[in-house]
């Protein structure tokens, strides 16, 4: 019964190649966010979907592009993986309210070799 | 420039013992402030959520303050755990997005 899941835990790549990570939630939340955690553990954000759209976009390179087929999904695609992508990816979903209070999913590692 | 700073960097307790990680924020507007621990390998998860008008809030053995004048939270863990071992994050959202500090690195020890 995980609130929000991610697919795969870990993803091994070589630089140059296209990659996607997979996010669920089953809250019925109605906002999806992906973050990226650096070496440092500083987690930044990336975007944001709100009903289907964009609302947030943190002037990530457009190798990253968000997909989302539904309220309950966003995916994440990765173009042309660079050595500096490797990174923890977590996905995280929330309601919309005074609160914003953000549920994560448990993260996705990459490694660009 | 709206940040949110945290301290110490890392920490390290023995086990029973009592700790107090800080956090100070320059955020603006101000819509809430709320912790987070982070396991290794694993996301966050919220801990304390509090608003302008709450001063404090208690979650089991976690207990945050918030001044809204000196702009300033702590978050006091006490007779720590093993398992308390993590980040401790603090963020604060500000009606648009959420600000998030550096996090604090707790280690208990046996």
């Known amino acids: 019964d995980t609130a929000v899941s991610q697919t795969p835990k870990y993803l091994v790549t070589q630089m140059g190649n296209d990659k996607s990570i997979k996010c669920e939630q089953n809250?019925?939340?109605?906002?999806m966010y992906w973050y990226k955690q650096d070496s440092k553990k500083f987690l930044k954000i990336m975007f944001s979907y709100n009903n289907k759209e964009l609302i947030i976009n943190e002037t990530v390179p457009n190798r990253f592009s968000p997909k989302s087929p539904d309220k309950a999904h966003l995916n994440l695609h990765i173009n042309s993986l660079e050595l500096g992508d490797s990174a923890v990816y977590f996905c995280a979903s929330s309601q919309a309210n005074e609160y914003n209070e953000q549920f994560f999913g448990p993260g996705t590692r990459l490694t660009v070799l | 420039k709206n940040q949110v700073e945290q301290s110490p960097q890392s920490l390290i307790i023995l086990e029973g013992k009592n700790c107090t990680l800080q956090c100070n924020y320059t955020v603006s507007p101000f819509s809430n402030l709320r912790w987070y621990k982070q396991d290794t390998g694993r996301g966050p998860v919220s801990l304390t959520i509090?608003?302008?008008?709450?001063n404090t809030k208690s979650n089991g053995r976690y207990t945050a303050t918030l001044d809204a004048d000196t702009k300033q939270s702590s978050l006091h863990i006490t007779a720590s755990q093993l398992s308390d071992s993590a980040s401790y994050i603090c963020?604060?959202?500000?009606?648009?997005?959420?600000?998030f500090g550096t996090g604090t690195r707790l280690q208990v020890f046996p």
């Open positions: 809250l019925g939340h109605d906002t």
């Open positions: 509090m608003t302008f008008s709450e």
């Open positions: 963020v604060v959202y500000n009606t648009d997005k959420l600000i």
